[in-house]
């Protein structure tokens, strides 16, 4: 066992801290990330997976009028 951790840690001894996915910078990238991937990153959007009927499967079409991401018109530009 000794000797396993010893070479995993002569493996990881040059790499870099900052790249874990631990650290307080990464955590904050990613929650910045997420939240502007659950508003679309401000843009409308303009495909959705759309039921025709409620008991079709969804199928993924181009919408008429793009929409926010709660489903309201997006306003004219």
Known sequence: MRGHLRK???STRDQDPRLSFSTPEFKEAQRAFTDGFKRNFGRP???AMV???PWSTPVLRKLEQ???VKGQPWPAQ
Request: hydrophobic share 35%; charged share 40%; aromatic share 16%.
């Open 8 to 10: 995993l840690q002569e």
């Open 45 to 47: 959007v303009e495909w």
């Open 51 to 53: 039921k025709e009927y």
């Open 66 to 68: 793009p929409v926010d």
